[in-house]
C-alpha cells in the first residue's frame, strides 16, 4: 500500500503528516524532497525502541551532522530535568535555531522533546517520528507540546507545530499488546468525536485493528489524524472546538497523577477509564440516551485491560482523583470543567460539574463491577 499523506495547515506553520509501511529508511528521500535538510541534528530517542529502528533511522544521516541523546520514556522524566539535559547538548554543541531536533519515541518522548524545541532560542526546527500506536493516532500532530510537575500532568508547555511527522507502520509490529490497546483509547475517542459510521466501523473491526492488519490498522490511523487536521486548523490553541479532544482526559489525566505514574496505568488505559466516566456521568444528566451509551459501553467492555478499575481505586482515592481534577488546565472556576457527550459527533464541551456532584458520581462508579 503506497503511504499516505495528510497536509496540515494551521496559522503558525504548514507540515506534512506521511503514514506508510517502511517509511525510516526513505527519510533521507523524504528529507530533500521537502527541503528539510539542515546544518545538524540532535535524534533524542526512547531507549526501548529496538536497535535495528535506531540504526535504520541512523543510516539517513550518515553523510551529515548529526548527534544522539538515549531518554527514558515515563511520566517521571518528563520533566524540567530532562529538558534541561536536552538543552544541554543543543548549546554544548552551537545549535541554531535552523539546525533540527528529531524525536524518536512515543506521546512522552515527542511531548518532552516538542517542549524543549520550543524553548530553545525560541524555536529550533523539529520533526516527529511517533514509534507507539498512541503516538501515531495523536499526540505527533496537533503541535501540543509538555511537561509534568507535581501539580498534575502537562502542566507547563506550549503549542508548537512540529516540520514533519513520519509514522511508520513498521514500528508498531514491535510492540506488546498493551501498547497497541494504550493507542486503540484515543482511536477510539476519536471516532466518538467524529460519527456514529466510523464507530461502528471500529466495532465491527476491533480485532483486525488491534492484531495491526495493515489496512485496517492504516484506515484506523489515517481517520484519526484525519479528524484531529480538521479541529486544529480551526481551532490550534484550543479556544473552542479543540477542547473536544480532551473527551474523557479530565478523568484520566487524574487517575494517572493518583497513582504516581505507576506502571500499574498507562494513558491510554486511563483514557479508557475517563472515557467511561465520560460516558456514565452524561447519561446520568441525561446528555445522551441510554441506547448510545449502553452501545459505546459494550465496546469498552470488550477491550482487554491488565489492571482492572476497581482494582486500581477505590473510595479512599476520591479526594486525590478530585484535587488533580480541578489543577486540570481546562478549569477556570472552583467548579470543574467536563467534556461530555450528546451524541456521536456532537458533545457539549463546558459542563462545569460541582465538586460535591463529581463525589457523588465516582462514589457510584467505584461500586460497580467492570472493567
Same mark, same amino acid.
Given at each position: &500500500? ?40 540532535? !535524534?533524542?530517542?526512547?531507549?526501548? !525502541?529496538?536497535?535495528?529502528?535506531? @540504526? ?20 517521571? /522524566? ?14 554544548? /554543541? ?7 531536533? !528529531?524525536? %524518536?519515541?512515543?506521546? #512522552? ?11 530553545? @532560542? ?26 509534568? /510537575? ?8 506550549? %503549542? ?115 472515557? &467511561?466516566? $465520560? ?7 441525561? #446528555? ?35 484535587? %488533580? &481534577? ?12 467536563? !467534556? ?28 460497580? $463491577?467492570?472493567?
Amino acid at each position: &500500500m503506497k503511504s499516505k499523506i495528510i497536509k496540515v495547515k494551521t496559522k503558525s506553520k504548514s507540515y506534512e503528516v506521511h503514514i506508510g509501511i517502511n517509511l525510516i529508511p526513505k527519510l533521507k528521500n523524504i528529507l530533500k524532497k521537502k527541503k528539510l535538510i539542515f546544518s545538524k541534528y540532535l !535524534i533524542v530517542f526512547d531507549n526501548k !525502541i529496538p536497535r535495528k529502528f535506531r @540504526k535504520l533511522l541512523f543510516k539517513n544521516f550518515e553523510s551529515q551532522k548529526f548527534y544522539t541523546l538515549d531518554f527514558s520514556a515515563n511520566e517521571k /522524566n518528563k520533566s524540567f530535568l530532562s529538558v534541561d539535559k536536552i538543552h544541554n547538548v543543543l548549546f554544548k /554543541n552551537n545549535f541554531h535555531r535552523d539546525d533540527c531536533i !528529531i524525536s %524518536f519515541g512515543g506521546g #512522552i518522548t515527542g511531548d518532552l522533546v516538542g517542549y524543549a524545541a520550543s524553548t530553545f @532560542k525560541r524555536g529550533i526546527r523539529f520533526i516527529n517520528i511517533p514509534s507507539t500506536l498512541l503516538a501515531q493516532v495523536d499526540s505527533s500532530i496537533g503541535g501540543k507540546t509538555g511537561i509534568n /510537575n507535581k501539580f498534575g500532568k502537562n502542566l507547563v508547555g506550549s %503549542f508548537y507545530q512540529p516540520d514533519l511527522v513520519i509514522s511508520d507502520i513498521n514500528l508498531l509490529y514491535s510492540l506488546p499488546k498493551r501498547e497497541i490497546i494504550c493507542g486503540y483509547a484515543e482511536i477510539l475517542k476519536s471516532s466518538l468525536i467524529d460519527n456514529k459510521k466510523r464507530f461502528i466501523y471500529l466495532d465491527r473491526n476491533y480485532n483486525e485493528i488491534l492484531n495491526l492488519k495493515r489496512n485496517y490498522i492504516i484506515s484506523a490511523i489515517l481517520n484519526s489524524c484525519l479528524l484531529k487536521k480538521k479541529i486544529i486548523e480551526k481551532d490550534e490553541k484550543e479556544k473552542n472546538l479543540r477542547k473536544s479532544l480532551n473527551l474523557g482526559h479530565t478523568f484520566a489525566h487524574a487517575y494517572e497523577a493518583t497513582l504516581k505514574y505507576s506502571k500499574k496505568l498507562n494513558h491510554g488505559e486511563a483514557v479508557i477509564f475517563g472515557l &467511561m466516566n $465520560a460516558i456514565n456521568f452524561s447519561r446520568e444528566k441525561k #446528555i445522551i440516551s441510554g441506547l448510545n451509551s449502553d452501545l459505546i459501553n459494550k465496546h469498552i467492555n470488550k477491550i482487554e485491560i491488565k489492571n482492572k478499575y476497581l482494582d486500581l481505586f477505590d473510595k479512599r482515592k476520591i479526594s486525590s482523583i478530585l484535587k %488533580f &481534577m480541578r489543577s486540570d488546565k481546562k478549569n477556570q472556576s472552583d467548579s470543574i470543567n467536563l !467534556i461530555l457527550i450528546r451524541n456521536f459527533g456532537k458533545l457539549n464541551l463546558n459542563y462545569q460539574a460541582k465538586l460535591s456532584e463529581l463525589n457523588k458520581f465516582l462514589i457510584k462508579e467505584l461500586s460497580k $463491577a467492570y472493567l
